[in-house]
T-cell receptor, first 115, second 111 residues
Framework: AQKVTQAQTEISVVEKEDVTLDCVYE???????LFWYKQPPSGELVFLIR????DEQNEISGRYSWNFQKSTSSFNFTITASQVVDSAVYFC????????????WGAGTKLIIKP | DTGVSQNPRHKITKRGQNVTFRCDPI?????LYWYRQTLGQGPEFLTY????????KSRLLSDRFSAERPKGSFSTLEIQRTEQGDSAMYLC?????????FGPGTRLTVL
């Protein structure tokens, strides 16, 4: 069975602090993809990143960085120098060949950035 | 705008009525997915099309739900005899490879 766990239901930090959102996944497939999506209050899902199972390199994009570790089945997301506009619900998701690449979602982490 | 579009954006209906939602994917995308999201939860997979073929349906998709994708272009999701438990955001996504692009969703409220 495939599963994504985001243990942090809600995180609240003060602007300019760094914050890490955790994601742990389970799958028996050897070929799979991991994603992070942002859902601001407007409700639309915004794609942030995709990572395939064969690429464990960490990635940095501006203030965002992702740490993929197959050994611990984790794909954590860090926001550096957080801003109020980062406030949103962030979802981690998994898709795999054996399930027609349908997205299996975590429950989401609500991130609140206080000014 | 060449993104995924969904109509209507909001739908309020009375219990027992039928509703239909439409999704227009990105034109070159051959895969189309429907998801449902309730408040405070992540999206849940409903069904998936590759071109015009509906290849998978979730157990969440009861007999009251039907989806079509004629000619592999736009897709419709119909809910018959709506129930209050059907109230949710219905999301459509399209993809060509493995990256899914989402539409803005249709928020359904069943009174």
């Amino acid at each position: 069975a495939q599963k994504v766990t985001q243990a942090q239901t809600e995180i609240s930090v003060v602007e300019k602090e760094d914050v890490t959102l955790d994601c742990v996944y389970e799958t028996r497939d050897t070929t799979y993809y991991l994603f992070w999506y942002k859902q601001p209050p407007s409700g639309e899902l915004v794609f942030l990143i995709r990572r395939n199972s064969f690429d464990e390199q960490n990635e940095i994009s501006g203030r965002y960085s992702w740490n993929f570790q197959k050994s611990t089945s984790s794909f954590n997301f860090t926001i550096t120098a957080s801003q109020v506009v980062d406030s949103a619900v962030y979802f981690c998701a998994l898709s795999a060949f054996d399930s027609n690449y349908q997205l299996i979602w975590g429950a989401g982490t609500k991130l609140i950035i206080k000014p | 705008d060449t993104g995924v579009s969904q109509n209507p954006r909001h739908k309020i209906t009375k219990r027992g009525q039928n509703v239909t939602f439409r999704c227009d994917p990105i034109s070159e995308h051959n895969r189309l997915y429907w998801y449902r999201q309730t408040l405070g939860q992540g999206p849940e997979f409903l069904t998936y099309f590759q071109n015009e073929a509906q290849l998978e349906k979730s157990r969440l998709l009861s007999d009251r739900f039907s989806a079509e994708r004629p000619k592999g272009s736009f897709s419709t999701l119909e809910i018959q005899r709506t129930e209050q438990g059907d109230s949710a955001m219905y999301l459509c996504a399209s993809s060509y490879a493995n990256e899914q692009f989402f539409g803005p969703g249709t928020r359904l409220t069943v009174l």
